[in-house]
């Protein structure tokens, strides 16, 4: 990832609307299985500032290990008895194998070209114990490629088939597969496909502050996504993919 993007992650992770909603819908599909099954260890893989896996750590009271290749991201990961960082390639994690109850990849998958996301996905596989829980979240749908896509280094985008084919050919079975961010969609289509074309503006973060009515007008969208998910609903088309796996006996 462009390591500038670092700068204004710190905080758009605790405070901007994407992240809280994100996280939301995260809680609400994880919750559940969390708490039927024994996770006690969990690498987060492309881990970015480490906010991520520090709020899961205080969730459920797991330990976990953020790794990610780009110093920028490591150095700002807080230590501590839970929170372990490792700067390291996701693709070759310095890691025994099945020593993992969970692993965690957020936006990371999509900074591989096409075709060599299935190095991380072995990878995961990996160092999975038998049964361990895989979740993946991915930028959705080539159309949806932005400003911020080329900011950030985006390389590829996934369909729903696509992302769920690779986890099966690397071993996993999968669970769950939804699309998100879903009620903004039409937003997002006219801001990316005509507005940003029309600007003609260079690559641009898009993790910047927006004013406090409009965070609260766009996190609501995602909360309604959140409740749904949660409730076993799953969305047919968004901005993003969610997918839950388990590694096979």
């Keep these: 990832m462009n390591p500038a993007e670092f700068v204004t992650l710190e905080q758009a992770e605790r405070e901007l609307w994407w992240f809280r909603g994100m996280r939301r819908m995260l809680y609400g599909m994880l919750d559940p299985l969390v708490s039927s099954r024994e996770v006690t260890r969990v690498l987060e893989a492309g881990s970015g500032t480490g906010h991520m896996a520090l709020t899961l750590a205080q969730r459920?009271?797991?330990s976990?290990?953020?790794?990610?290749?780009?110093?920028e991201g490591i150095s700002r990961t807080r230590k501590s008895s839970k929170l372990?960082?490792?700067q390291a390639d996701i693709k070759a994690c310095p890691f025994r194998g099945a020593s993992f109850d969970a692993v965690l990849s957020l936006d990371a998958l999509v900074h591989f070209a096409r075709g060599r996301e299935v190095l991380a996905l072995k990878e995961f596989a990996r160092v999975l114990k038998p049964g361990g829980l895989l979740l993946l979240r991915v930028s959705a749908l080539n159309v949806l490629r932005s400003?911020?896509?080329?900011?950030?280094?985006?390389r590829?985008?996934?369909?729903?088939?696509?992302?769920?084919r690779a986890a099966r050919d690397c071993g996993f079975r999968v669970?769950?597969?939804?699309?998100?961010?879903?009620?903004?969609?039409?937003?997002a289509l006219v801001r990316f496909r005509l507005w940003e074309p029309l600007m003609r503006r260079p690559p641009a973060t898009g993790t910047g502050p927006v004013?406090?009515?409009l965070d609260r007008l766009l996190y609501l969208p995602l909360a309604l996504e959140a409740s749904l998910l949660s409730q076993g609903f799953d969305l047919p088309v968004g901005q993003s993919l969610i997918l839950i796996a388990e590694k096979g006996e």
């Design 147 to 154: 400003r911020h896509s080329e900011f950030t280094g985006e």
């Design 175 to 187: 669970l769950r597969c939804t699309y998100a961010n879903t009620l903004l969609f039409p937003v």
């Design 64 to 71: 976990m290990v953020p790794v990610d290749l780009a110093w």
């Design 156 to 164: 590829q985008r996934f369909t729903r088939y696509r992302l769920t």
């Design 84 to 86: 372990l960082p490792v």
């Design 60 to 62: 459920y009271g797991c």
């Design 211 to 213: 004013p406090a009515w």
